[in-house]
């Protein structure tokens, strides 16, 4: 039986090439989004991959849609928490609101969503955990104390977990890509990314599809005995 993937900001960018990488290896993949539904559409209507409308955010969305994906499709064995968010400011012009959105989303819906899908996962004896870190979280970056906080977080959160998970088979890893060609990379300014392009030994971006096949590898059945690793997939831009 394919085991059951949920990819959350699964429909766009980053998290798409997810999803579809997962189903390419016969994954059942159920994809979350939170806000914009006309893509969700088109990604499902392209992909054949089922979209689901949920904020990562809710401890109890979380949980109610958990429960919902349980019911219908047996326990989630396999999570990528990818969501997703930045706020960008330096401290003088940070607010509260724009931190706690940035942690609230890019960490604590690790929380939420590993809180709604472990217990099932201990129960079967199976579980593949990848969370979306950052090169900024490993590294900082200028005007992103919100976004270096909550990615370095994760850093930290997939090492406590996969102690947890280690004797019930499983494994908690995290990703921390470097600077990736999606729209939100894209919208920098021409000059500013011609910079941050000359600072990757190998010469460009990455691609969404990168990403993707470092958690299709991380997710593997056979992949049991790699746990609480950060696997940085950057192009040399940050070693450590």
């Known amino acids: 039986m394919s085991r059951i993937a949920l990819v959350t900001g699964g429909t766009r960018g980053i998290g798409a090439a997810i999803s579809v990488a997962l189903k390419a290896a016969g994954r059942t993949v159920i994809a979350s989004y939170a806000g914009n539904q006309t893509a969700a559409e088109n990604f499902t209507e392209v992909h054949g991959i089922e979209a689901m409308k949920f904020d990562a955010c809710d401890f109890d969305a979380c949980a109610t849609s958990v ?3 349980t019911s219908r499709l047996g326990p989630i064995e396999i999570l990528v928490n990818n969501a997703g968010i930045t706020k960008d400011g ?5 607010t509260r609101d724009m ?10 819906s690790c929380f939420n969503l590993c809180k709604a899908t472990f217990d099932g996962m201990k129960a079967k004896k199976f579980g593949r955990v990848v969370n979306i870190g950052s090169i900024n979280g490993q590294a900082g970056q200028y ?3 919100n976004y270096a906080a909550a990615k370095s977080g994760i850093h930290g959160f997939t090492k406590a977990l996969a102690q947890e998970g280690a004797r019930f088979n499983i494994t908690v890893n995290a990703i921390a890509p470097g600077y990736v060609d999606t729209d939100m990379v894209r919208a920098v300014p021409p000059d500013v990314l011609d910079k941050i392009i000359a600072k990757i030994p190998v010469g460009r971006l990455g691609h969404a599809e990168d990403i993707a096949r470092g958690v299709v590898f991380l997710t593997a059945d056979d992949a049991d005995f790699i746990t609480g690793s950060t696997l940085s997939i950057n192009g040399g831009q940050h070693m450590y």
């Open 99 to 108: 931190w706690d959105a940035v942690i609230d989303t890019n960490l604590g």
């Open 67 to 69: 429960a919902t994906i």
């Open 143 to 145: 005007g992103q104390v």
């Open 90 to 94: 330096t401290m003088s012009r940070m």
